[in-house]
C-alpha cells in the first residue's frame, strides 16, 4: 500500500496554524493529526488526549530518557515533544500525518525522515500577528509579549520549509494548504505503490 505522507507545519504563535490545521482535517478524512505531549498547563477548553498529552515534568523527563520521542523542544519555557510509536503506527498504516510543531522539531524530524514535507504559515505582518495573539484572549499581557519575541526567532526560519503559506484570507491560505496536500499525493514515489495494479497493466502492455 506504501507509507503515508508526514507533514510538518509550523508557525510563530498566532499565525493562524492551529485554525489551518484543524480546518483541514475538517476537509480532509485521509488526514490524521500528531498529538503532542506537553508539560504546559492545559488553556481552557483543551482536553487531554486530543489537543495535547498533558504531562508533568517528571513524566515528560522519564519518556524523554526512554527514548519515546521521535522530537522534542522547549517552547516557552515549556517542553514539547512528539511520540515516535504513534507517527510511525500511523504512517505504516498508509495514513498521512501532520505535526503541528515547532523550528526545532521540524530539524530534528527532517534528519529522521527525509522524506517529510514542510510548511511555514506566516502573518502577513507582525502587527496582525500580535492582534491575533490578543484577540485569540487565552493568554496574559506577559506571555504575550514572550510569544512575540519568540515569534521573531521562529520567523528567521522560514528559509528551513519547503512551502511557505500566508495566512492573510484564512479561506484562500486554508486552500493552498489543500493543494499542497493533494500535490504531494500524486508524486510517483508516492502513487507507485498506491497504483501498482493501473501501472503493472500499462507496463506489461507496451
Ligand atoms: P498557538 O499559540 O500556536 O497555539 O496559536 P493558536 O492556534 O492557539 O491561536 C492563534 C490566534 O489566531 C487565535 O487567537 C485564533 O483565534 C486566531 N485565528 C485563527 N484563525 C482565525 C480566523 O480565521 N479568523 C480570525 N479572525 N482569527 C483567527
Ligand atoms: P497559532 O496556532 O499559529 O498560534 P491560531 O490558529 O490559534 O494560531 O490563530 C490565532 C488567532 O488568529 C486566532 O484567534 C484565530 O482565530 C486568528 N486567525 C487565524 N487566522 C486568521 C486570519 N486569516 N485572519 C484573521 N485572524 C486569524
Ligand atoms: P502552544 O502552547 O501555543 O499550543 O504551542 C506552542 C509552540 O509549541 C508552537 O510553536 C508549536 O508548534 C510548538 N509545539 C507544539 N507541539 C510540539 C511538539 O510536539 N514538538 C515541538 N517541537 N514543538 C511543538
Redesign the pocket.
Known amino acids: 500500500m506504501g507509507e503515508g505522507l508526514l507533514f510538518i507545519v509550523s508557525?510563530p504563535?498566532?499565525?493562524?496554524?492551529?485554525?489551518?490545521v484543524k480546518a483541514l482535517l475538517e476537509r480532509d478524512a485521509e488526514l490524521s493529526l500528531s498529538v503532542s505531549c506537553t508539560t504546559r498547563q492545559a488553556r481552557a477548553g483543551e482536553q487531554d488526549g486530543i489537543h495535547y498529552h498533558f504531562l508533568s515534568q517528571d513524566q515528560f523527563r522519564q519518556e524523554l530518557a526512554e527514548g519515546a520521542f521521535l522530537e522534542h523542544a522547549e517552547v516557552f519555557g515549556n517542553f514539547y515533544g512528539t511520540r515516535e510509536a504513534d507517527v510511525r503506527a500511523c504512517i505504516a498504516a498508509g495514513r498521512d500525518l501532520v505535526l503541528e510543531i515547532d523550528w526545532q522539531g521540524a530539524r530534528q524530524v527532517r534528519e529522521r525522515f527525509g522524506a517529510a514535507i514542510s510548511i511555514f504559515v506566516l502573518p502577513p505582518s507582525i502587527q496582525a500577528l500580535e492582534q491575533?495573539l490578543r484577540?485569540?484572549g487565552t493568554d496574559s499581557d506577559d506571555i504575550i509579549a514572550g510569544r512575540m519575541a519568540q515569534a521573531r526567532d521562529e520567523m528567521l526560519h522560514f528559509g528551513e520549509y519547503d512551502y511557505l503559506v500566508v495566512?492573510?484570507?484564512?479561506e484562500m491560505?486554508l486552500d493552498v494548504l489543500a493543494a499542497i496536500v493533494t500535490a504531494e499525493r500524486q508524486r510517483l514515489s508516492h502513487q507507485r505503490p498506491r497504483l501498482a495494479s493501473l501501472l503493472g497493466e500499462i507496463e506489461s502492455n507496451h
Open positions: 508557525a504563535s498566532g499565525a493562524g496554524k492551529t485554525s489551518l491575533r484577540g485569540r495566512n492573510d484570507r484564512f491560505a
